[in-house]
């Protein structure tokens, strides 16, 4: 079988639209012969081709598949998206889940190529991490011991991440510091936040409040870094459509079309690793230059160098 | 009188020890002839000059003679420092204090001059705002409302700036906002921060917690911005000695020489003020570029172009 070295470069589309490349979904159990150390939720190209892939780290009581449209939009750009269940209400600690996501990791040079379909082939020199709202957490603790892991990652983005329930209450593993560009990391990290999510709903408090939200977590991370919010958003404003409605009873919700939101956000990471993982800067550079090319309201958009 | 027009030049001292200028004080009451608004420290060279001038406002419950030896090494440099005095044990709303400072800067135009001796010419089209503690964010509150002063300031330099007693008890104006680079600000900002004030003092807790202290205030301003942290000083060590041995009775200080403290302060200070109101860009780049340059620990420095 010809392998086609680099498959991202055929998605031509604007990086706001789904891409090119046909994808398809595969649920994998623990059970399976590749005996993942948690159950996956994979999303890929189906065309022949080796692929960058993509560790998803899930939010807060939330399943892999309520992130189902937003992964097939980055996925049809080519790449292979790996979203471990690390639990669902049944809630672990953070030190569990890390420990969880580090298995993943280390599971995935034997185990992921014998999951997909026999054209398609994982390239592991290419491997980003994405986590969303607690899940960008453990992506920072992930990238912050990457001692523990055998591959190394090349990216990191974080969607909402959150470091704990509220300032006094943090949860450990403490990953903030509040000094400046103080993580101990060398990989190029992005952060998307949403303007609403330190907003609280009715008397529900915020999910992201300030001092332990999107900003911080932007705010520690050295150079080059990249920073959008969201404006007009909330914090679970990139779920699926049926599960946003449900999120939304909880957590403040933006007005327009989470379509738009998810193909915004969706745009931001494709962008983000076509610049690290594949060289191609024009559509990262594209959207610091002009944000108002995206199908939502960002602001501020931040680069630094 | 032929008056020089810049004699920050000749001071060719290192930024890190006191200048060659000769320097006096000068306390200047309400009753004054000159009628300032509050009553004022006046630190200046004493050469026949024209030079910039610092607007410095103090810290809570502290009075502006407290900073003496560290304005002083300032103003041997060659920079005019007005302090006024807001308050001291009698505490006023911020507010009231911003209106004291706007009201001061906009004295300086027709009162300066004639508070000063003959021979010495306020340049104040070369005009900066240093703030230390509650002082700091007085200073950028005034420098965030510039519509209110007649005169325009050209840098911004806070030490130890706290925006309030705690995350949820933050006093009005608020000036933080959470978001990376929000300050609507066109001036270079410096922050020099202490590694120490977010620690409590026994049962005291910290008047420079996390979320509002120096790392926040840097977090928020656009470039160009410097972040300098004192790590092993506390949030009062630039005071005299005799009112550090006070402060730090409820604060948090360091263990090493107070004097070198100051120092180091003041240096980074002179080298800013240098870089930003006469264009000698040198010293400030020397301290990014080589921190160990500097009589005390400084991590991380930062220069956000």
């Known amino acids: 079988m010809e392998l086609l070295h680099d498959n991202i470069s055929k998605a031509k589309s604007s990086v706001f639209t789904p891409g090119n490349l046909k994808v398809k979904t595969i649920k994998v159990k623990k059970s399976n012969d590749a005996s993942p150390p948690s159950e996956l939720f994979v999303v890929t190209p189906v065309s022949m081709g080796a692929y960058p892939v993509i560790l998803f780290c899930h939010g807060y009581c939330t399943a892999n598949t309520w992130y189902s449209h937003l992964l097939q939009h980055i996925s049809s750009h080519g790449f292979i998206i790996v979203a471990p269940q690390f639990y669902q209400c049944l809630i672990m600690s953070m030190k569990d889940e890390i420990k969880i996501a580090t298995k993943v ?35 920072f603790s992930l990238a912050l011991n990457q001692h523990l892991t055998s591959l190394k990652f090349k990216a990191l983005l974080g969607m909402d991440p959150v470091a704990g329930p509220s300032p006094p209450g943090r949860v450990e593993p403490e990953v903030l510091t509040y000094i400046p560009q103080s993580f101990n990391l060398s990989l190029p990290v992005g952060i998307i936040g949403t303007g609403l999510s330190n907003k609280s709903k009715g008397i529900i408090p915020s999910f992201a409040p300030n001092g332990i939200n999107h900003a911080e977590f932007f705010n520690e991370s ?29 957590c403040k919700s933006g007005k327009g079309s989470k379509e738009l939101m998810r193909n915004g956000v969706g745009g931001i990471i494709v962008a983000f690793l076509k610049a690290y993982l594949a060289g191609e800067n024009d559509n990262l550079q594209s959207i610091v230059d002009a944000p108002s090319a995206a199908p939502i309201t960002l602001g501020p958009v931040i680069y630094s160098k």
């Open 222 to 250: 050295k150079p080059p870094a990249y920073y959008f919010l969201a404006k007009d958003y909330g914090h679970c404003d990139i779920l699926d459509d049926s599960k946003v409605a449900l999120a939304s009873l909880l």
């Open 105 to 139: 990791t280390n599971w995935l040079s034997t185990g992921l190529e014998t999951i997909l379909p026999e054209n398609l082939k994982p390239d592991l020199s290419r491997l980003a991490l994405l986590g969303h709202s607690r899940g960008g957490k453990t992506a």
